[in-house]
């Protein structure tokens, strides 16, 4: 079993900053986590950063930290009652000899002392008596390195020979993370981890040696260990994937319920006639591409949409989620599974807008008839700063627009007839979807390598092309509080398996009704439509209430499909924490 943790880039500025501020002592800060329980690997999710300040602490000076015992309950209580998994962070003290510091990627050497040992046996021991089992981790920083480890606690019960229980022996042991995701896909290996080469291929070292030669092996191995999920394989998706398999990247999974139309050959990549002709899937259109520049790539291609339960199993299995579809609800779903398991986000689109110009007689301006006129020709790209902002709370993915696409085909057709969703097909063309997708690709190679600069604007998060104006835009997002998504306080950021994602098919609670009215000035007789009607011959002057997944118009209300994310059910949690942690075929999973 691989142990890793993750975090935000917010989380782990705030944490350097706090634990680098005043190096004469030693420095302290609590994470409670989420989990990810995968395969062969355990991700803890930090969720909530906790930074001590000197007056939590009995003692606090350049070797030894110890917190007020108000202080220890305190964190103890949250954890316990939000179901999540206690991480303590300290630093040891010394001189700065660099920056950035202990939480950036550059070599150095930290250890945990023998005291750290004594005191997190015990803490251990203690949390997993309080919490059933529950693990403890510790992450310990210094000048330019880190190491990172989870307590695990086996226990057993002592019986006496009249076979009542005399005590509870709790056995803990220290297991080495692999990893810390720092967010934006860097990364640290702590001190101790076990290492874990990725094999050498000769064959694909002479692929990439163009690029080796100005970003380096490290870039490379990186790219080779990363696993990238794309939903959505049509013109953008195709691109993109065939930029990131040319790029390196060989580990996917593919999610996309269509198949090839003759429509779509104009831009999909590597599609054929004969691929349309016989229906042949988009995934595995695009699973022939990458395996093109990679015969061994490893992809598992999913023929259905990204709210498919199996398609959400691959996806929280990614380092690197890519939403690339038309349509809002998709773009929702990818955008909960990212923030609820703290998976960097990658959303591209286009749009290309046409007008009806009016018929002749008279202005030269005007068309003929049924000529039309371009009005948009754009592309964009948004990276979530994850803790921060989200597709939901940045206005990129409308709840309200996700919950007509969801709809049951009758009401869909309701709102279609109404101009509310799009029945037709966009326009779209190749060099629109190739431009977005190598920006894409230039800024996940920035994110993987950082080769712009430092200092402002160093990740590109929204960028907008507009191809009328040929111009490149970078948008600044205003990070805003109270998301119902990706708020620490209300939303699922980092609770991972704790807390289950919406069954956006069944779409069980609906905050509220949309009220379309077929005529404005008549607008009194509502007809509700029940589950399961039939298309209505909407009569004029007749409004009707339909039952859809809307933004609720009270404060604080929010757009998502399950709205119960603000109780935390500490029971239903601790459950799923246990069946997180008791899961999967590792028989050594205590
Ligand atoms: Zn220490
Ligand atoms: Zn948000």
Same mark, same amino acid.
């Given at each position: 079993?691989?142990?890793?943790?993750?975090?935000?880039?917010?989380?782990?500025?705030?944490?350097?900053?706090?634990?680098?501020?005043?190096?004469?002592?030693?420095?302290?800060?609590?994470?409670?986590?989420?989990?990810?329980?995968?395969?062969?690997?355990?991700?803890?999710?930090?969720?909530?950063?906790?930074?001590?300040?000197?007056?939590?602490?009995?003692?606090?000076?350049?070797?030894?930290?110890?917190?007020?015992?108000?202080?220890?309950?305190?964190?103890?209580?949250?954890?316990?009652?939000?179901?999540?998994?206690?991480?303590?962070?300290?630093?040891?003290?010394?001189?700065?000899?660099?920056?950035?510091?202990?939480?950036?990627?550059?070599?150095?050497?930290?250890?945990?002392?023998?005291?750290?040992?004594?005191?997190?046996?015990?803490?251990?021991?203690?949390?997993?008596?309080?919490?059933?089992?529950?693990?403890?981790?510790?992450?310990?920083?210094?000048?330019?390195?880190?190491?990172?480890?989870?307590?695990?606690?086996?226990?057993?019960?002592?019986?006496?020979?009249?076979?009542?229980?005399?005590?509870?022996?709790?056995?803990?042991?220290?297991?080495?993370?692999?990893?810390?995701?720092?967010?934006?896909?860097?990364?640290?290996?702590?001190?101790?981890?076990?290492?874990?080469?990725?094999?050498?291929?000769?064959?694909?070292?002479?692929?990439?040696?163009?690029?080796?030669?100005?970003?380096?092996?490290?870039?490379?191995?990186?790219?080779?260990?990363?696993?990238?999920?794309?939903?959505g394989l049509g013109g953008l998706g195709s691109a993109?994937?065939?930029?990131?398999?040319?790029?390196?990247?060989?580990?996917?999974?593919?999610?996309d319920?269509e198949?090839v139309?003759?429509?779509n050959?104009?831009r999909l990549v590597?599609a054929?006639?004969?691929?349309?002709?016989?229906?042949?899937?988009k995934?595995?259109?695009a699973?022939?591409?990458?395996?093109?520049?990679?015969?061994?790539?490893?992809?598992?291609?999913?023929?259905?949409?990204?709210?498919?339960?199996?398609?959400?199993?691959?996806?929280?299995?990614?380092?690197?989620?890519?939403?690339a579809t038309d349509?809002?609800?998709?773009?929702?779903?990818?955008?909960?599974?990212?923030?609820?398991?703290?998976?960097?986000?990658?959303?591209?689109?286009?749009?290309?807008?046409?007008?009806?110009?009016?018929?002749?007689?008279?202005?030269?301006?005007?068309?003929?008839?049924?000529?039309?006129?371009?009005?948009?020709?754009?592309?964009?790209?948004?990276?979530?700063?994850?803790?921060?902002?989200?597709?939901?709370?940045?206005?990129?993915?409308?709840?309200?627009?996700?919950?007509?696409?969801?709809?049951?085909?009758?009401?869909?057709?309701?709102?279609?007839?109404?101009?509310?969703?799009?029945?037709?097909?966009?326009?779209a063309?190749?060099?629109?979807d190739?431009?977005?997708?190598?920006?894409?690709?230039?800024?996940?190679?920035?994110?993987?390598?950082?080769?712009?600069?430092?200092?402002?604007?160093?990740?590109?998060?929204?960028?907008?092309?507009?191809?009328?104006?040929?111009?490149?835009?970078?948008?600044?997002?205003?990070?805003?509080?109270?998301?119902?998504?990706?708020?620490?306080?209300?939303?699922? =950021?980092? &609770?991972?398996?704790?807390? %289950?994602? *919406?069954?956006?098919?069944?779409?069980?609670? $609906?905050?509220?009704? +949309? @009220? /379309?009215?077929?005529?404005?000035?008549?607008?009194?007789?509502?007809?509700?439509?029940?589950?399961?009607?039939?298309?209505?011959?909407?009569?004029?002057?007749?409004? =009707?209430? &339909?039952?859809?997944?809307? %933004?609720? *118009?009270?404060?604080?209300?929010?757009?998502? $499909?399950?709205?119960? +994310? @603000? /109780?935390?059910?500490?029971?239903?949690?601790?459950?799923?924490?246990?069946?997180?942690?008791?899961?999967?075929?590792?028989?050594?999973?205590?």
């Amino acid at each position: 079993m691989d142990y890793t943790l993750s975090l935000t880039r917010h989380a782990a500025e705030v944490l350097d900053a706090h634990l680098l501020g005043d190096r004469s002592r030693e420095q302290m800060a609590v994470t409670l986590c989420g989990v990810n329980r995968l395969h062969r690997e355990l991700r803890l999710l930090v969720r909530d950063v906790i930074l001590l300040p000197p007056d939590a602490f009995r003692h606090q000076t350049a070797v030894r930290l110890e917190l007020k015992p108000e202080v220890q309950a305190f964190i103890h209580q949250r954890a316990h009652e939000q179901g999540l998994i206690q991480v303590d962070w300290h630093s040891h003290p010394g001189p700065l000899r660099s920056h950035p510091g202990p939480l950036s990627s550059h070599p150095g050497s930290v250890a945990f002392s023998a005291t750290d040992d004594e005191h997190e046996a015990a803490q251990a021991a203690y949390l997993a008596h309080r919490m059933e089992g529950v693990p403890f981790g510790s992450v310990v920083v210094s000048d330019g390195a880190m190491d990172a480890r989870l307590w695990i606690t086996r226990s057993r019960q002592r019986k006496g020979k009249d076979g009542r229980v005399r005590a509870v022996v709790y056995r803990p042991e220290a297991q080495p993370l692999q990893a810390v995701l720092l967010g934006d896909l860097r990364r640290v290996i702590p001190t101790t981890a076990p290492g874990g080469a990725v094999p050498h291929d000769p064959a694909l070292s002479a692929v990439h040696d163009r690029q080796v030669r100005a970003f380096g092996q490290a870039f490379q191995r990186r790219l080779g260990e990363l696993r990238v999920g794309i939903v959505g394989l049509g013109g953008l998706g195709s691109a993109l994937a065939a930029h990131l398999a040319r790029l390196g990247v060989r580990d996917w999974v593919l999610v996309d319920p269509e198949v090839v139309e003759l429509t779509n050959l104009n831009r999909l990549v590597n599609a054929t006639v004969t691929d349309a002709q016989g229906e042949r899937p988009k995934v595995y259109v695009a699973r022939s591409s990458v395996r093109q520049s990679n015969p061994n790539a490893s992809v598992r291609a999913l023929q259905t949409d990204v709210f498919d339960p199996e398609a959400q199993r691959a996806l929280k299995a990614c380092d690197l989620l890519v939403v690339a579809t038309d349509n809002h609800a998709s773009r929702m779903a990818a955008n909960r599974l990212a923030v609820q398991y703290l998976i960097p986000l990658l959303h591209a689109g286009f749009h290309i807008g046409v007008e009806a110009l009016p018929p002749s007689p008279s202005p030269a301006r005007q068309g003929k008839d049924g000529e039309m006129a371009v009005t948009d020709v754009s592309g964009e790209f948004a990276i979530p700063d994850l803790g921060r902002w989200c597709l939901q709370c940045a206005g990129i993915v409308d709840p309200q627009q996700a919950g007509w696409e969801l709809a049951p085909a009758a009401q869909r057709e309701v709102l279609r007839q109404r101009g509310y969703v799009d029945g037709t097909p966009a326009p779209a063309v190749c060099h629109l979807d190739g431009t977005v997708a190598a920006l894409a690709a230039t800024e996940i190679h920035n994110l993987v390598h950082p080769f712009r600069p430092a200092g402002n604007g160093q990740t590109r998060r929204y960028l907008v092309y507009d191809a009328l104006r040929a111009e490149l835009t970078s948008l600044g997002v205003t990070p805003s509080d109270g998301c119902p998504v990706c708020s620490p306080e209300d939303g699922v =950021l980092g &609770l991972g398996d704790l807390e %289950p994602l *919406p069954d956006y098919r069944r779409k069980p609670q $609906l905050p509220s009704a +949309v @009220r /379309l009215a077929t005529d404005a000035a008549d607008s009194r007789a509502a007809t509700r439509l029940p589950r399961g009607h039939r298309e209505p011959e909407a009569a004029a002057g007749e409004e =009707l209430a &339909l039952q859809l997944a809307t %933004p609720s *118009p009270q404060p604080g209300g929010n757009g998502e $499909l399950v709205p119960d +994310v @603000r /109780l935390p059910n500490r029971r239903a949690r601790a459950q799923r924490l246990q069946v997180a942690l008791d899961a999967g075929p590792d028989p050594d999973w205590p």
